[in-house]
């Protein structure tokens, strides 16, 4: 069963700041996705990451793959309030469902 | 229109009765997807089409639980003599092959 563990569960920091949320999978998925949520919405796709050493960027975010480690990581860079939401990764099952297995979700709340 | 539309936004109704929640993919998407989202269990995946034919039902929690879609289009997920468990936020998914997931606003039940 393809378990996903993501870190830490909330996390506050100032604006400005910097810091890094993890993902650890635990199968041989080459395929890791991370979304966006905002209290009450759903959720918005933000990056994939299909090979390893993958590496990906949208402005403060940056998104890089390991597929050795079995580790994602999700940097956020000089964070601005704009950026609190709820932060998801997710391993995509590389059978025939390619359905999503979700990690618990950062809660990230970025403070003035 | 151009995301995925689910309806109703929200359902209120009484522990034993019945519910349909709808979900309308992106049009030209051939996958579809239903998962759950609760606070004790994070989000988790229910079934999965891809046309009409649901290859993967393995997230079903019970028979209670049922699914289909036509023309390969509009799906349907009926909970029957729902339970206090059963209150979530049911989201809805479309892709296109070696695409991310697209998401709606979400159906949140509420069982009394």
């Known amino acids: 069963e393809l378990k996903v563990e993501q870190n830490p569960l909330f996390l506050s920091m100032q604006e400005g700041k910097n810091y890094t949320i993890y993902c650890n999978y635990s199968t041989t998925s080459d395929r890791l996705y991370w979304y966006r949520q905002d209290p009450g919405k759903s959720l918005e796709s933000l990056f994939v990451?299909?090979?390893?050493?993958a590496v990906k960027q949208e402005g403060r975010l940056m998104a890089s793959l390991d597929t050795k480690a079995r580790l994602s990581t999700l940097h956020i860079t000089a964070a601005v309030h704009d950026l609190s939401a709820t932060y998801f990764c997710a391993s995509e099952d590389t059978g025939t469902a390619s359905k999503l297995t979700f990690g618990t979700g950062t809660r990230l709340q970025v403070t003035l | 229109g151009a995301g995925v539309s689910q309806s109703p936004s929200n359902k209120v109704t009484e522990k034993g009765k019945d519910v349909e929640l709808r979900c309308d993919p992106i049009?030209?998407?051939?996958?579809l997807y239903w998962y759950r989202q609760s606070l004790g269990q994070g989000l988790e995946f229910l079934i999965y089409f891809q046309g009409n034919s649901a290859p993967d039902k393995s997230g079903l929690p019970s028979d209670r639980f049922s699914a289909e879609r036509t023309g390969g289009s509009v799906s349907t997920l009926t909970i029957q003599r729902t339970q206090q468990e059963d209150s979530a936020v049911y989201l809805c998914?479309?892709?296109?092959?070696?695409?991310?997931?697209?998401f709606g606003d979400g159906t949140r039940l509420s069982i009394l």
């Open positions: 990451l299909l090979s390893n050493g």
């Open positions: 998914a479309s892709s296109s092959p070696n695409q991310p997931q697209h």
């Open positions: 049009s030209g998407h051939t996958a």
